[in-house]
């Protein structure tokens, strides 16, 4: 199964936009990263897919949206998920559904916070099957910066100004924050 994650037994392909970006998610395994400020992701994943003699993608994981999601179409499989968890870009995309009706599409919209109205127990177990995971170490969270309360301006400019290499963190009632 390869798994494209335009923001992550499969082969994973990311975009991202950064060398920092980049090298962290080739430490943690993954197999093929497009720098989409230097590349073209499309032809980036189309390359990579024939390297491995792949005929295309069985996932698309999309918090991103947009012209990219247009794009990253192009590169499914037939009976091909899609996953659509955000518009970060600011755009929502159009999926066609007569395509999607001949490729045999799955689509799969996602809102997690919609899960406390409809189906709260679903959130709650979630999240501490997610805890569980967290205390026996079987994930980790990469925190990338650290911020008191009265410092949240900084962590909202590092989001902004995409200098995050995962999570941003603001540390509430204490005057210390943790190294990193």
């Known amino acids: 199964m ?24 080739k430490s943690i395994g993954a197999d093929h990263v497009i ?18 003699g792949l005929k295309g993608v069985d996932v698309l994981y999309d918090p991103v949206g947009g012209k990219l ?3 990253s179409l192009k590169l499914l499989n037939w009976g091909a998920q899609i996953l659509v968890i955000g518009f970060a870009s600011g755009d929502v995309p159009v999926i066609r559904a007569n395509i ?26 979630s999240l501490n099957e997610l805890l569980s995971w967290l205390s026996k170490g079987l994930i980790t969270v990469q925190i990338s910066h650290c911020y008191r ?29 943790p190294r990193l």
């Open 2 to 25: 390869v798994v494209f994650s335009v923001y992550c037994l499969m082969d994973l392909l990311f975009d991202i936009r950064g060398a920092e970006k980049s090298d962290y998610l």
């Open 35 to 52: 720098d989409s400020s230097k590349d073209n992701v499309i032809e980036s994943a189309k390359s990579f897919l024939k390297a491995r």
């Open 69 to 71: 999601t247009q794009d």
């Open 100 to 125: 999607a009706l001949v490729k045999n599409w799955t689509v799969h919209g996602l809102y997690w916070g919609s899960y406390l109205t409809h189906r709260p127990q679903v959130l709650i177990d």
């Open 149 to 177: 309360l009265v410092e949240v301006h900084l962590a909202f400019s590092a989001l902004r100004d995409r200098k995050a290499v995962g999570k941003v963190m603001i540390v509430m009632g204490s005057s210390a924050v």
